[in-house]
């Protein structure tokens, strides 16, 4: 089952989080394309391809915390982590 990135997040905040991942992964892009070339310097080519592969270990073993919303539609796996707004009282509005 393919997951796009813009379904992991439950309905109410799903932008927010997804502007917010997207804006990580761009800082993430960045600096590594600026940090890749140093360390590759500094520590050869095996440096480079240890911190590569815990990065991709960490990401691996994150994938394994999220639930699998297998047959389940998208409102309903929301629900679950749905963040209650907070009340306003009346007078304020």
Do not use: W
Request: proline fraction near 6%.
């Amino acid at each position: 089952m393919l997951l796009l990135g813009a379904e992991s997040y439950p309905t109410p905040v799903r932008s927010t989080f997804h502007g917010l991942a997207s804006g990580i992964a761009k800082v993430g892009a960045c600096a590594g394309a600026l940090i890749v070339p140093l360390v590759l310097a500094d520590g050869g080519l095996r440096v480079v391809t240890l911190i590569a592969s815990c990065c991709f270990l960490a990401g691996i073993a994150t994938t394994f915390l999220v639930r699998e919303p297998n047959g389940l539609a998208l409102d309903d796996v929301s629900e679950d982590l749905t963040v209650q707004p907070v009340a306003t009282p009346a007078a304020a509005i």
